[in-house]
Structures are given as C-alpha cells and as structure tokens.
T-cell receptor, first 118, second 116 residues
Framework: GAGVSQSPSNKVTEKGKDVELRCDPI?????LYWYRQSLGQGLEFLIY????????KSGLPSDRFSAERTGGSVSTLTIQRTQQEDSAVYLC????????????????FGPGTRLTVT | AQSVSQHNHHVILSEAASLELGCNYS??????LFWYVQYPGQHLQLLLK??????LVKGIKGFEAEFIKSKFSFNLRKPSVQWSDTAEYFC??????????????FGKGTKLSVKP
C-alpha cells in the first residue's frame, strides 16, 4: 500500500523483556518520526530521523529506548527491559523533508503499535 | 519548552450545532500550526495547517481555523457539525526554524461526540 505501515499492530510482553517495533515509511519520504500516545500523556514526540541520522533524540524517555533507521527507509524502535509505564500506542509518521531548513512537509501517520506490558 | 493546551477534554454537540475547539500554544518564536483528527479506529490525519500568510485557513470537510498571534491561539471551527465528525481532534505546533522544526508538539486532544 501507499501509506505508512507499522508492525506488529499489537504486542503484549512481560515486564523486563525487550521489544522491537517496526515502521515502514511512505516510499521516498526522507523524514521519519516516532511518537507515543498514552492515556493521560497524550501524544509525545520521541525521535526524528532525516535519512539514517537522528538529529533530534530529545524525546526518548530513557536510555532503555533506542531507534535506528537503515537505507533511509525502515526504522525500528527498541525498548529494552520494558516497564509497565511503557504501555502505550507507538505511532510512526513520515514526511518529505529535503533539507533541515525547508518547510516541513505534512506528516503521514501509520496505524500504530499498541504495546501492553504485563 | 513548547506546549499546547486544548481547553476541552470532551465536547458533546447535536447535529447542525456550531463547533469551536480551543487551542493555545506556548512558544516565543515563529511557529507552524496544525489540527489533526483521529476518527474511531483510524489513523491520525491532517485536517488543516498554517505556515504563513492568511491567518484564516480552511481545511477538509468544512473545517477552518484562525491563527491569532497576539493570543497564541489557533482555534478550530465548523459552522454545522455532522454525526460523522465524531472523532478526537489534536492541535499541534512546531517551530518554524531550528533543529526541532517539524517535530510536532501535540495538545492532549479533544473528543467530539455528535448526537444524531
């Protein structure tokens, strides 16, 4: 399809386990964003990629969270030693953003991965 | 730090009523402003955006928003709502310049329920 896809759609994991969440952006979109949507906190920015580099990691909540992007396309968000407060919907978005100073393009969001930590 | 406030957590209206959802942001510089909508079971999608120029912007499905710089506001309006407008609405802001440009800062959202 032409939209942003994320997998898995749902993930239930035990506290302390590591999880990997995947995002496939729209083909040709150079910028990729991760957000987290949780009850009470709303939508929070986590990290942004331009190509394969992450100029802004300011939103990552702790060093248990990391993300990478390879080939300017697929991105994975990894949460190590999951905690119950990590339970949330993790959203990925992508946009056209050719240079850092350009007006950012519209962000297209994926369906999200619902993570439940038991 | 930038922040976005949405004044109403849940708004309930009857069909054909007029809608105004409040949004205020906190940031000292030039900003880009957005309203996103999330219909039940669907992805977040862009409703409208303001980058520059005419402060009254029109979006999809008859929605419009007005940027009032002096009030740091970007309220969403629709003259006559329909049952199909039932959704959650999010206001978002991003600085126009700098390293954080493009990273959306969202409000906590307003749930709109429209009674048929």
């Amino acid at each position: 399809g032409a939209g942003v896809s994320q997998s898995p759609s749902n993930k239930v994991t035990e506290k302390g386990k590591d999880v990997e969440l995947r995002c496939d952006p729209i083909s040709g979109h150079t910028a990729l964003y991760w957000y987290r949507q949780s009850l009470g906190q709303g939508l929070e920015f986590l990290i942004y990629f331009q190509g394969n580099s992450a100029p802004d990691k300011s939103g990552l909540p702790s060093d248990r969270f990391s993300a990478e992007r390879t080939g300017g396309s697929v991105s994975t968000l990894t949460i190590q030693r999951t905690q119950q407060e990590d339970s949330a919907v993790y959203l990925c978005a992508s946009s056209l953003r050719l240079v850092i100073s350009a007006t950012p393009g519209e962000q297209y969001f994926g369906p999200g991965t619902r993570l439940t930590v038991t | 730090a930038q922040s976005v406030s949405q004044h109403n957590h849940h708004v309930i209206l009857s069909e054909a009523a007029s809608l105004e959802l409040g949004c205020n942001y906190s940031y000292g510089g030039t900003v880009n402003l957005f309203w996103y909508v999330q219909y039940p079971g669907q992805h977040l999608q862009l409703l409208l955006k303001y980058f520059s120029g005419d402060p009254l912007v029109k979006g999809i499905k008859g929605f419009e928003a007005e940027f009032i710089k002096s009030k740091f506001s970007f309220n969403l309006r629709k003259p006559s709502v329909q049952w199909s407008d039932t959704a959650e609405y999010f206001c978002a802001v991003t600085p126009s310049y700098g390293g954080s440009q493009g990273n959306l800062i969202f409000g906590k959202g307003t749930k709109l329920s429209v009674k048929p």
